[in-house]
T-cell receptor, first 116, second 114 residues
Framework: GAVVSQHPSWVICKSGTSVKIECRSLDFQATTMFWYRQFPKQSLMLMATSNEGSKATYEQGVEKDKFLINHASLTLSTLTVTSAHPEDSSFYIC????????????FGPGTRLTVT | AQSVTQLGSHVSVSEGALVLLRCNYSSSVPPYLFWYVQYPNQGLQLLLKYTTGATLVKGINGFEAEFKKSETSFHLTKPSAHMSDAAEYFCAVTFNTNAGKSTFGDGTTLTVKP
């Protein structure tokens, strides 16, 4: 149980284009999902908290107009990187929060984005 | 503000030896503590967690950790390392006052030598 998927697992796009990454909770409903960015050999950096049916809450320093997050259902959150640039190349990981009060997170396998 | 410190960015042990990965946190309220493992190009997998109750918690793959409030620590141990344990390990802390957001340590790379 508690499986989270991400799609695509890797993507290469040209500079200036937009890329959408999907995060799905496969066997449970997730009212809260988190989006992280991870640089090589570094820890996870929280980008935003995504709540179903409401606007995402972005961490300080994260451009909300560049990283669009939508959480339209209890099993799907999407991250769209708009007008991507090479510096946006990174490993993006989503997680879904478990049952209320448990605070553990179930992580997706990650999406490797390369912007050329 | 909450923070997590993992002492030692790299730990190397021989196969069969004790694994000890250190994690300390700073907090003024009771924390929820987690250890995750990450293999290359993959997401994170929960190893174990402490929320309330017994301070010694057992997780998957033979790992365990002990919450020591007086030392603000949550060190991860395994009696005998396997080659398959080689990975990146992250300690994380969450509080019920911050909407469930977790703060992660910088990670420790575990290398297991044959």
């Amino acid at each position: 149980g508690a499986v989270v998927s991400q799609h695509p697992s890797w993507v290469i796009c040209k500079s200036g284009t937009s890329v959408k990454i999907e995060c799905r909770s496969l066997d449970f409903q997730a009212t809260t999902m988190f989006w992280y960015r991870q640089f090589p050999k570094q820890s996870l950096m929280l980008m935003a908290t995504s709540n179903e049916g409401s606007k995402a809450t972005y961490e300080q320093g994260v451009e909300k107009d560049k990283f669009l997050i939508n959480h339209a259902s209890l099993t799907l959150s999407t991250l769209t990187v708009t007008s991507a640039h090479p510096e946006d190349s990174s490993f993006y990981i989503c997680s879904a929060r478990g049952l209320a009060g448990t605070y553990e997170q179930y992580f997706g396998p990650g999406t490797r984005l390369t912007v050329t | 503000a909450q923070s997590v410190t993992q002492l030692g960015s790299h730990v190397s042990v021989s196969e069969g030896a004790l694994v000890l990965l250190r994690c300390n946190y700073s907090s003024s309220v009771p924390p929820y503590l987690f250890w995750y493992v990450q293999y290359p190009n993959q997401g994170l997998q929960l190893l174990l967690k402490y929320t309330t109750g017994a301070t010694l918690v057992k997780g998957i793959n033979g790992f365990e950790a002990e919450f020591k409030k007086s030392e603000t620590s949550f060190h991860l141990t395994k009696p005998s390392a396997h080659m398959s344990d080689a990975a990146e390990y992250f300690c994380a802390v969450t509080f019920n006052t911050n909407a469930g957001k977790s703060t992660f340590g910088d990670g420790t790379t575990l290398t297991v030598k044959p």
